[in-house]
Nanobody, 113 residues
Framework: QVQLVESGGGLVQPGGSLRLSCEAS????????MAWHRQTPGKERELVAL???????NYPDSVRGRFTISVDNAKNTVYLQMANLKPDDTAVYYC???????WGQGTQVTVSS
C-alpha cells in the first residue's frame, strides 16, 4: 500500500526557512519521479518542485533559487528545503508521486510576521 506522509510545516517569519519531509512507504522513491505541490483556498494546486529518477530537478520561476527538492534513499524520504520564504508561499504543501497519482495529506506552511 502506497503512503506518503508529510511533516515539517509551521509558522515562519518572512525571510525564514523550513524543511518539509515526505516519508514514503509501499514503494522505493529512488525508482520514481517525485514532486511537491502547494495549494491555497480558491486556487488550483501548483507544482513547486519535481525531481526525476536521475536526480534532475525542476522549479517554477516563483520558487527557483529558493526551494530545493532532494531525496534520501536510505530513509525513503523526499525533502523540500525552502529558504527566503515570502507571505505568498503560504499554502498547504503536498507530496506527490506522479506515476500512480499518489498524494500525501498535506502540511500547512504559514509565512507571516
Amino acid at each position: 500500500q502506497v503512503q506518503l506522509v508529510e511533516s515539517g510545516g509551521g509558522l515562519v517569519q518572512p525571510g525564514g526557512s523550513l524543511r518539509l519531509s515526505c516519508e514514503a512507504s509501499g514503494f522505493t522513491v529512488s525508482g520514481y519521479a517525485m514532486a511537491w505541490h502547494r495549494q491555497t483556498p480558491g486556487k488550483e494546486r501548483e507544482l513547486v518542485a519535481l525531481i526525476a529518477t536521475g536526480g534532475h530537478s525542476n522549479y517554477p520561476d516563483s520558487v527557483r533559487g529558493r526551494f530545493t527538492i532532494s531525496v534520501d534513499n536510505a530513509k525513503n524520504t523526499v525533502y523540500l528545503q525552502m529558504a527566503n520564504l515570502k507571505p505568498d508561499d503560504t499554502a498547504v504543501y503536498y507530496c506527490n508521486r506522479p506515476i500512480g497519482g499518489n498524494w500525501g495529506q498535506g502540511t500547512q506552511v504559514t509565512v507571516s510576521s
